[in-house]
């Protein structure tokens, strides 16, 4: 081919006579990794790189159109812009999933080309074109303003903080990750290349709800380069589900598709260009049906059954008390129904897995997942294999929120490499990713709750609906943890609570960040606002009368342990609140830290010596979170020795033991104590070994950590539902045009083990419970998804009001993992009812659908 | 969401690619453009774009406006500090004031219906909806014949410039468009 395109990147010439995006050159010819493909629509920034002095989006630009110019990645940073990136941004704590990194590294180094001393919104204008759904963008934005302090000579780089010899619980812990993830060689699935990869992708349904009457591959077969097309009939058991398998692998012929995310057939190909070709060369003939559109539809007499066991996917009732007898004898008692959307969790990383034949009979898959176990589990079902035979091991992951618990592009993966015998990678466009996988579950909940005449709450009476849309995903236990704790963090003994949740033809709704709270305690917390208007005292104080102190009984029965501190968030934003009447909403919430409800939640963790490094061996995911770092820190703790004598060996199903699925914010306090058990003993060993870590040389001490709880509705006067709870009090206040002006964000996580990261995950927490309250919907027609990532409502970092991280400690912790409870998911429960409550108390209108209407944001 | 901000710059929405009228001795210099419009004279085919007969160059104080060889008003970035001088001067309408980091704009401002601007104009919008289509942000709409940039939802990743088939989309920096002006 005539390399007629020629231009320079990183210095260096480069030609190619291919015409296509920028984006693949760069990845798939130069290998330059940093560049990452987060939706190749424009939408995203994570492909950002600098053109002849812009930033621009790679997957934008042309090679045709980038003849004669200049490019740069992070590859061609100078090191001095290395070092300063990778040392502001850890400092800063501006990392966390990673893989919007690199771009706003390069969105932040055309910035500083011009300017190398930006003021606060020059930087917020500058990453306009760059999605963070982590951070919040306040630490990217830290991290850009000390990067540039150091480039003009006013802040210096220590070292001593990325060596993190003072490494232990509570130390400002410089993340494991931030060097590979700022410089854009830690990889990512998609960034996996191997000799003899083909790719495989599904051709999925174009109705909502239609039979298949036939598939023909014939045309696609006959293409050079594509290798196989499979369907259901090759898939040994078409089931996979994270919990109830009821997911069809592929829609077989003569069955009917239950969403738009449904696959038809596999193609696999020998290379990305030929499987587009040959997806659209399969032709399939369907029979459109009606598809069941709404819980209405789906409950109604005579509905369309879309599973076996009819639309009703699950229900729970949790009772205590006499709830009916109370609110009638009750002095206020309030009512209203509440209805919030579907949300799509526009991770910045697409599903991803790479797969091979592995040993003589079984199968490796290298994936971006919430649980390598999980994924195993799932592998082993669809296969009818041993598990032992499927080995899951986890790359970085861009990402999850709860989105990558279900497996997604893993066993079709695996089925893919089965089939050619060789590696095949599988990923989603972003389109696909939005429209396959589960969604937080869209509500339509009525609320009543009553108080005395002082503002003592005196019972509740809930009715929870959940559309789980085509697929059960995680219905069961995130419509559970919805009941459970549609209560809020209140004494008050009488409650009934009735969910349900159902199958539609909608995209599926499983796990999300918060996992069914956020939309019950939104609905609980703008009732509470009504009540405290009956009785005639504030919406803070009605909180503050009722909330939870240790020893008091929370309404499902357990008695708060010592370590509850939801006084003290109340305490730490009242002058926030009360200083801004009129303009300021408040909310509380509480959500579990581990699993509970009786299930066998374990921790699990082996330390090995090995060549003078302990080794951590959790299988325990790190979404972006910063679990990896915090066990590093727990084993600091336990043992004085410094991050460098520590390495963390990730998640591998064959080599390290199953610490459960990142979910229930439980990885910190589970997983986490089972390290610090297992380093006690190691520093144990140590110490008898006179402090010396080469004696103990190949030893290993492994640990479990198993805290019991009791199964929901157990008949005992105090069961346990969960090994601890994190609380927390929000306070959004708005300025004059309604716009959100600041957030003060007060948690009890318990003891905090990095100061850095947990500021990170309650700005990004805030941030995307403001997205939920006032931009973010998921659109659907006819059951067909109509957003694309950049109009999902995302908030950009222009968007941004001043968030204000708080974390309030008590003396008095839990025994377990030093303390800490875990704050993933609470981070973002509060915000959206604190907005509402805002918006009440200036314009007196109860907003009772999310996004809220008539705001600044939405008219 | 739009912010406030408060420094600006003008912007020709036009690229100049009408076909120019025979009409010998029409568009004198001295009368400009809109003593042109007031004698009735036929300067372009097109019904909406630049004359370029530069009532707007001898408004700006700063020498920030020429008209470009494609027959277009042309604005210098560097020198512009969006006055907004040339904005009123102009008697088709067609400068406005942006943002100076704003790079991606819709250059014609024809309400002709597609078939017509083709005949007339190289560069004219003929309202294809490639660009409405490829927007990511879901920033533009064909109305009135033309496509519209809500400035207020672009994120300016130059998707549209990139994919539009006449060059009607520029882009300011000459990255994603390479100009014939």
């Given at each position: 081919m005539d390399n007629k395109y020629s231009f320079t990147v990183n210095g260096i010439t480069h030609s190619t006579g291919e015409d296509k995006p920028l984006l693949r050159f760069l990845r798939d010819d130069l290998h330059l990794h940093s560049v990452k493909d987060g939706c190749s629509e424009g939408a995203c920034g994570t492909c950002t790189i600098i053109v002849d002095g812009k930033a621009i989006k790679s997957c934008v630009l042309t090679t045709k159109r980038a003849v004669g110019r200049s490019i740069l990645t992070?590859?061609?940073?100078?090191e001095r812009e290395k070092e300063a990136f990778v040392y502001a941004f850890g400092a800063k704590g501006s990392v966390q999933c990673g893989f919007c990194i690199p771009g706003m590294v390069m969105a932040g180094k055309a910035l500083l080309d011009q300017n190398l001393n930006p003021t606060e919104p020059e930087i917020k204008k500058a990453l306009r074109g760059n999605i963070c759904r982590c951070t919040g963008y306040k630490k990217i934005i830290e991290g850009i303003q000390l990067t540039a302090a150091i480039l003009r000579g006013e802040a210096e780089i220590e070292p001593e903080l990325e060596a993190g010899a003072d490494y232990g619980v509570g130390s400002r812990a410089f993340r494991i990750d931030v060097r590979e993830k700022v410089l854009g060689y830690g990889e990512y699935p998609d960034d996996i290349e191997l000799p003899d990869m083909a790719h495989g992708s599904c051709v999925r349904s174009k109705y909502p709800r239609a039979r298949v009457l036939s598939i023909d591959a014939s045309k696609a077969l006959a293409l050079p380069g594509v290798l196989a097309v499979l369907t259901a009939e090759d898939v040994p058991n078409n089931k996979v589900g994270h919990i109830q398998q009821d997911w069809d692998v592929m829609i077989a012929v003569g069955d009917v598709t239950r969403y738009v995310g449904d696959a038809i057939c596999l193609v696999i190909a020998e290379s990305e260009a030929i499987l587009e070709k040959a997806k659209k060369l399969v032709q399939v003939e369907y029979e459109e049906l009606t598809p069941v559109r709404t819980i209405q539809e789906a409950s109604a007499e005579g509905a369309d059954e879309l599973h076996p066991g009819g639309n009703l996917c699950q229900k729970r009732r949790v009772v205590r008390g006499d709830a009916k007898a109370a609110l009638k004898s009750s002095k206020y008692v309030v009512s209203q129904m509440y209805k919030t959307p579907f949300t799509e969790h526009a991770f910045l990383e697409p599903e991803c897995a790479v797969a091979l034949p592995w040993g003589d009979d079984a199968v490796k898959v290298y994936t971006t997942d919430q649980g390598v176990y999980d994924t195993r589990h799932e592998i082993s079902i669809m296969l009818g294999w041993a598990p032992e035979r499927i080995v899951v091991e986890n790359k970085l992951v861009g990402g999850g929120f709860g989105g990558k618990e279900d497996v997604s592009v893993q066993h079709i993966a695996v089925l893919a490499a089965l089939a050619v015998k060789r590696p095949v990678k599988v990923k989603l466009s972003r389109q696909e990713s939005i429209n396959f996988h589960p969604k937080r579950h869209a509500m339509e909940g009525t609320v009543t709750l009553g108080c005395d005449e002082n503002g003592i709450f005196t019972g509740i009476d809930c009715d929870i609906y959940f559309d789980t849309g085509a697929y059960a995903s995680l219905c069961g236990p995130v419509l559970e943890r919805a009941c459970t704790h549609s209560v809020g963090p209140y004494c008050y003994q009488n409650t009934e609570i009735r969910g349900y949740g159902y199958y539609t033809n909608n995209p599926p709704a499983g796990a999300y960040r918060g996992f069914g709270v956020c939309q019950s305690e939104f609905a609980l917390e703008s009732n509470i606002n009504l009540l405290a208007e009956k009785v005639g005292i504030s919406p803070w104080e009605i909180r503050y009368r009722n909330a939870i102190e240790p020893g008091k009984v929370l309404p499902n029965g357990q008695i708060a342990d010592c370590s509850t501190a939801l006084k003290e968030t109340l305490e730490a934003v009242k002058e926030a609140y009360e200083s801004n009447p009129g303009r300021a909403g408040i909310a509380c919430a509480m959500k579990n830290a581990g699993v509970g409800v009786g299930l066998p939640d374990k921790g699990r963790a082996r330390l090995t010596v090995k060549d003078g490094f302990v080794e951590i061996y959790s299988?325990?995911?790190?979404?972006?979170?910063g679990c990896a770092t915090v066990f590093i820190q727990m084993v600091a703790e336990a043992t004085g020795l410094g991050r460098g004598q520590i390495k963390n060996m990730g998640c591998n199903s064959d080599l390290a033991p199953d610490s459960g699925t990142t979910s229930g914010s439980r990885q910190t306090l589970i997983t986490g104590e089972a390290i610090r058990m297992a380093a006690v003993d190691l520093k144990a060993a140590l110490d008898a070994a006179g402090g010396d870590l080469e004696k103990l040389e190949g030893k290993e001490f492994y640990a479990e950590f198993y805290d019991p709880t009791d199964k929901l509705g157990a008949d005992l006067p105090n069961p346990k539902s969960h090994v601890a709870y994190g609380f927390a009090t929000h306070v959004v206040i708005l300025d004059d045009e309604g716009r959100v002006k600041e957030v003060y964000a007060a948690h009890d996580s318990g003891k905090v083990v990095n100061p850095i990261a947990i500021q990170g995950q309650i700005e990004g927490g805030v941030l995307m419970g403001l997205g939920y309250a006032l931009t973010e919907d998921f659109p659907l027609k006819d059951c067909v998804p109509q957003a694309k990532y950049g109009t999902l409502g995302l908030m950009r970092a222009t968007d941004i009001p001043d968030i204000h991280a708080i974390y309030v400690e008590k003396d008095e912790q839990l025994p377990f993992a030093y303390g800490a409870k875990g704050i993933g998911e609470i981070a973002t429960i509060p915000t959206a009812p604190a907005a509402q409550g805002a918006y009440y108390a200036m314009d007196g209108i109860l907003r009772r659908k999310l996004p809220m209407e008539n705001t600044y944001y939405r008219k | 969401m739009a912010q406030k901000r408060t420094k600006r710059m003008a912007v020709v929405n036009c690229a100049g690619g009408s076909t120019r009228a025979e009409n010998p001795g029409a568009g004198s210099p001295q009368n400009g453009c809109r003593g042109a419009l007031e004698a009735g004279e036929k300067i372009i085919e097109c019904g909406y774009g630049c004359l370029g007969l530069g009532d707007c160059v001898a408004a700006c104080k700063l020498g920030a406006i020429t008209v470009g060889p494609t027959g277009a008003a042309v604005v210098d970035r560097e020198k512009c500090v969006g006055c907004g001088l040339c904005v009123g001067v102009c008697p088709r309408g067609l400068i406005r004031l942006s943002e100076p980091e704003f790079n991606i704009f819709t250059r014609c401002q024809s309400a002709a219906d597609g078939p017509t601007t083709r005949k007339v104009c190289a560069t004219g919008c003929i309202a294809c909806g490639i660009c409405e289509k490829n927007c990511p942000a879901g920033a533009i709409t064909v109305t009135g014949n033309r496509a519209v940039i809500d400035e207020a939802k672009c994120i300016a990743c130059g998707m549209c410039a990139v994919k539009c088939p006449r060059g009607t989309i520029g882009d300011d920096w000459k990255i994603f468009t390479i100009d014939r002006a």
């Open positions: 992070v590859e061609g940073l100078s299988a325990a995911s790190d979404i972006g979170q | -």
